[in-house]
């Protein structure tokens, strides 16, 4: 148990949804990220938030955004949805913003769109 | 562009022996190499992280080498044990946009 901690484990939907992602860091931990796993093209990194600003951005979609509150969890929004976001998505979470931080992952949810 | 590519795919290797995974990338600006391993349906854990001045990274049996010049890193797996199976995947932070390159993974299996 890695600590970090998401909700929920399994989200079924349909195309054109929205959906809100939760993600509660380690105790302590400042740093949030966000990734998505797809079976076509593995991992990917979508958003990193350090103590509620937003610090690194990669392959997210304008459809998806996130942010991170003041009690430091996060929530990851994903609208308009597409068979294609079917995927499980990743937060993970580390102590501060260092180059060699360790990241722990949290258990994943499993997002189905319909 | 900013690519992570690992070999073989996937391995089969029976239980006790050792096995060396590998991962070529042409990320740039380079800040640090990770390795994780996933079970399957589960989050990643982190294995070894290594930075630009790091030639070799021990984790238990795991073993990861960087060589920075040549842009590779491998990932040696020593006395395999069945809990072994899972995928292996690299990973380089870059100081650049899209922070993390994924690879796509190693599928280990190891028999008994």
């Known amino acids: 148990d890695s600590g970090v901690t998401q909700t929920p484990k399994h989200l079924i939907t349909a195309t054109g949804q929205r959906v809100t992602l939760r993600c509660s860091p380690r105790?302590?931990?400042?740093?949030v990220y966000w990734y998505q796993q797809s079976l076509d093209q593995g991992l990917q990194f979508l958003i990193q938030?350090?103590?509620?600003?937003?610090?690194a951005k990669g392959n997210i979609l304008e459809r998806f955004s996130a942010q991170q509150f003041p009690d430091l969890h996060s929530e990851l929004n994903l609208s308009s949805l597409e068979l294609g976001d079917s995927a499980l998505y990743f937060c993970?979470?580390?102590?501060?913003?260092?180059?060699?931080?360790?990241?722990?992952f949290g258990p994943g949810t499993r997002l189905t769109v319909l | 562009k900013n690519q992570v590519e690992q070999s073989p795919q996937s391995l089969i290797i029976l239980e006790g022996k050792n096995c060396t995974l590998q991962?070529?990338?042409?990320?740039?600006?380079?800040?640090?190499l990770r390795w994780y391993k996933q079970d399957t349906g589960r989050g990643p854990v982190s294995l070894t992280i290594?930075?630009?001045?790091?030639n070799t990274k021990s984790n238990g049996r795991y073993t990861a080498t960087l060589d920075a010049d040549t842009k590779q890193s491998s990932l040696h797996i020593t006395a395999s044990q069945l809990s072994d199976s899972a995928s292996y995947i690299c990973?380089?932070?870059?100081?650049?946009?899209?922070?993390?390159?994924f690879g796509t993974g190693t599928r280990l299996k190891v028999l008994a």
């Open positions: 993970a979470s580390s102590f501060r913003d260092r180059v060699d931080g360790e990241q722990f």
């Open positions: 105790s302590g931990d400042l740093s």
């Open positions: 938030y350090y103590n509620g600003e937003e610090r």
């Open positions: 991962c070529n990338y042409t990320v740039s600006p380079f800040s640090n």
């Open positions: 290594m930075t630009f001045s790091e």
């Open positions: 990973v380089v932070k870059t100081s650049g946009t899209y922070k993390y390159i």
